[in-house]
């Protein structure tokens, strides 16, 4: 599975982005994961292949995944933006449902100024 991630960028605080990230292959999950400078990679989210979702706990209700599942493409759209959210965000694929997160996207830069 290859992931193509799109959509990263500069944005003031309390802006929206929306990242992309395409994958070619199927995946059963397709998630979001960001690492900041000097920290280590953390977890943001997750949808299934049938649209079950999970986030983590500080970012409900700022941030929200969907899925297209014709496109196989994974969205994060990204509101209300703080300069804590800057970070690399990485794309990330299960193949299946006892799976780990195996295949990783490049990684999009997020900055958000403050």
């Known amino acids: 599975v290859q992931l193509q991630a799109s959509g990263g960028g500069l944005v003031q605080a309390g802006g929206s982005l929306r990242l992309s990230c395409e994958a070619h292959?199927?995946?059963?999950?397709m998630g979001w994961f960001r690492q900041a400078p000097g920290k280590g990679r953390r977890f943001v989210a997750q949808?299934?292949?049938?649209?079950?979702?999970t986030y983590a706990d500080s970012l409900k209700g700022r941030f929200t995944i969907s899925r297209d599942n014709a496109k196989n493409t994974v969205y994060l759209q990204m509101n209300s933006l703080k300069p804590d959210d800057t970070a690399v965000y990485y794309c990330?694929?299960?193949?299946?449902?006892?799976?780990?997160?195996?295949?990783w996207g490049q990684g999009t830069q997020v900055t958000v100024s403050s």
């Open positions: 990330a694929a299960q193949v299946d449902s006892t799976s780990n997160f195996g295949f």
């Open positions: 292959g199927r995946t059963f999950a």
């Open positions: 949808i299934t292949s049938s649209g079950d979702s």
